[in-house]
């Protein structure tokens, strides 16, 4: 009767372990808040979903086409605030999925800020920079932000390939600060060729005549 009443018991505790998993309608309800910003970039907060099951949910959310875009971004950034493996990965798999932002262009832009709050990397260079060639504007200039929050100066062949090719002017403004930020010798050369060859005079006005 005991061996009964425990094989009894496990199925239960397994439903009742199921009922009480946290979901995407918990995360959303947490994220739901007019200070989502800062909520999600604190570190007691974010914590917790470091957990494999929480993560997961934070994951399913960011991809979660069908959903309204201004959480996906939620998820999308607490993704970047964690930086664990897992997150980058995570965040890295989206950059590279055709279809992830396809019901909102802005999303992509999203993933490409999230990556620069990681830790330099070949392989992050390698996927991200391919941002610096997307067909939106905004994943371009988020993909220029995040390069120069990375400072690895073996971007400054790709951002100066990419600014002699950009028509945007929001870009090549990205493209010039994340050269500045990096400050190696020839992204230093590079700007000093920009303000001095008398070609970009829209671009010496939006910096104020700082280059």
Not at 5 to 17: G, R, V
Not at 92 to 104: A, G
């Amino acid at each position: 009767m005991k061996n009964f009443l425990i094989l009894l018991f496990i199925p239960l505790l397994l439903i009742s372990t199921n009922l009480y998993a946290y979901s995407m309608d918990d995360l959303l309800k947490e994220i739901d808040v007019p200070n989502w910003q800062e909520k999600i970039s604190n570190p007691v907060f974010f914590e917790k979903f470091k957990s494999p099951e929480k993560f997961r949910v934070v994951v399913d959310l960011a991809d979660a086409r069908g959903y309204d875009w201004r959480y996906r971004i939620r998820a999308i950034r607490m993704l970047g605030h964690m930086k664990t493996l897992q997150a980058e990965e995570a965040l890295l798999q989206m950059f590279q999925d055709h279809f992830f932002h396809h019901e909102c262009p802005s999303l992509k832009s999203y993933v490409a800020e999230s990556l620069g709050d990681f830790k330099p990397g070949k392989r992050l260079l390698e996927i991200l920079k391919e941002g610096l060639k997307d067909p939106e504007v905004l994943v371009r200039e988020a993909t220029a932000k995040s390069l120069g929050k990375l400072k690895m100066p073996e971007s400054v062949k790709y951002l100066t390939e990419a600014f002699n090719k950009e028509k945007s002017m929001a870009v090549k403004i990205a493209i010039i600060h994340a050269l500045k930020s990096i400050a190696s010798p020839e992204a230093q050369t590079f700007i000093k060729q920009i303000a001095s060859d008398g070609n970009h005079k829209e671009l010496k006005d939006a910096f104020g005549g700082s280059l």
